[in-house]
């Protein structure tokens, strides 16, 4: 009963943190240069497009924008011609078959097949020339949805 209660809870941990808006930088790879895969990270030099969650610092109680967790909060593309992107394998328990399908989406993309996007929980972004030049951080690589 418990490696079922697990499961479950791990399939709704999942299912949260695959919504769209749940993450901090979303990445949409254009077109993959390179792919590189391990045990416990994802290597992916790309073009893509990103979207980046950036929390504003000025409170206004009349804004009437975004908000997330009470703050206001501005949504940034950015695009990248030639970045790194690093996603490092999230250690929350119950995770594991999320990483499975992440590493399964990698090696989709190592095929030349098209993906989902890369989903970052507060990653470390380096921006260089007005282009992202690379991100690294704790997230899954999605599967393209159907």
């Keep these: 009963m418990k490696p079922l209660l697990a499961s479950v809870f791990g399939f709704l941990i999942f299912v949260a943190?695959?919504?769209?808006?749940?993450?901090?930088?979303?990445?949409?790879?254009i077109k993959a240069k390179k792919v590189v895969i391990e045990q416990d990270?994802?290597?992916?030099?790309?073009?893509?497009?990103?979207?980046?969650?950036?929390i504003q610092d000025d409170y206004d109680p009349a804004y009437k924008g975004t908000m997330w967790m009470g703050r206001?909060?501005?949504?940034?593309?950015?695009?990248?011609?030639?970045?790194?992107?690093?996603i490092k394998r999230p250690r929350q328990p119950g995770?594991?078959?999320?990483?499975?399908?992440s590493l399964q989406a990698a090696r989709d993309l190592q095929e030349g097949k098209e993906?989902?996007?890369?989903?970052?929980?507060?990653?470390?972004?380096?921006?260089?020339?007005?282009?992202?030049?690379?991100?690294?951080?704790?997230?899954?690589?999605?599967?393209?949805?159907?």
Excluded at 73 to 84: E, I, L, M, W
Excluded at 95 to 101: N, R
């Design 72 to 86: 206001p909060v501005t949504h940034v593309h950015v695009k990248s011609d030639k970045a790194t992107f690093i």
């Design 41 to 54: 990270v994802i290597t992916i030099v790309a073009e893509a497009k990103t979207r980046i969650t950036l």
């Design 95 to 101: 995770l594991e078959a999320a990483w499975q399908e």
């Design 17 to 29: 943190t695959s919504i769209q808006a749940a993450s901090d930088a979303d990445v949409t790879i």
């Design 115 to 146: 993906v989902g996007r890369i989903g970052y929980y507060a990653p470390d972004m380096s921006i260089k020339g007005n282009l992202i030049d690379s991100i690294t951080g704790f997230g899954y690589l999605y599967a393209k949805r159907k």
